[in-house]
């Protein structure tokens, strides 16, 4: 095997195991806002270092295959998107920080309700993740392409647990009911932003097998 082709192979598994990161994190932030345990926030905040060490680890390895190699084709593509995978994957560690932040502020108030939405909206991304990165490692387009059909999914799942938290905020003068609500909602966007960053790397995974950029598809008409 070319050298080449094993860093090409080097690199495909170092975003598979930073993706498995971040589902790490995923569960681990989940399982600290349903059962509020503040201890799962060392977790989280531990792993975010491994995301952001591989980061730059990986960033560093796609520029260096670029200027030393200068691919074209199928190669300049795989690595373009790897980049960008790279940057979502990270960015999906910063929102599962930013969930287990508001669930530490939670901790501070009554529990306003049980959590039944948002652990189904966590339940979708986190099998849109993992579904996204599977496409990325086997090239499988169908699979990227059923990852986008569930991004609705989880918008209508956001749409329903801010319908309901608003009802608790209209009803309510107490200001911790207010405060309580609103970091619910904000932890359902912070989930929303995972599914469309999942969403991300499976418009990738199609330009980087079709050369086809599915982006804005809007903006080309």
Known sequence: MRHFDMEMNDLKSRLVDMAGLVQQMLKATTDELVSRDPNLSET???????????????????????????????????????????????????????????????????????????????????????????????????LARSVLEKDDEVDDLERLVFKDLKVFMTKSSDPNTIHTAVDLILVARCIERIGDHATNISEDVIFMVHGKDIRHPKNFK
């Open 44 to 142: 989280v905040f531990s792993l975010e270092k491994e995301v952001n060490v591989q980061e730059i680890v990986i960033d560093d390895k796609c520029l260096k295959l670029i200027a030393l190699n200068q691919p074209v084709g199928a190669d300049l593509r795989f690595i373009t998107s790897a980049m960008r995978i790279n940057s979502d994957l990270e960015r999906m560690a910063d929102e599962a920080v930013n969930i287990s932040e508001i669930a530490l502020d939670l901790l501070k108030y009554p529990q306003l309700k049980p959590l039944i939405d948002i652990p189904k909206m966590v339940s979708v991304v986190q099998q849109m993740v993992a579904d996204s990165i599977q496409a990325f490692n086997k090239s499988d387009v169908e």
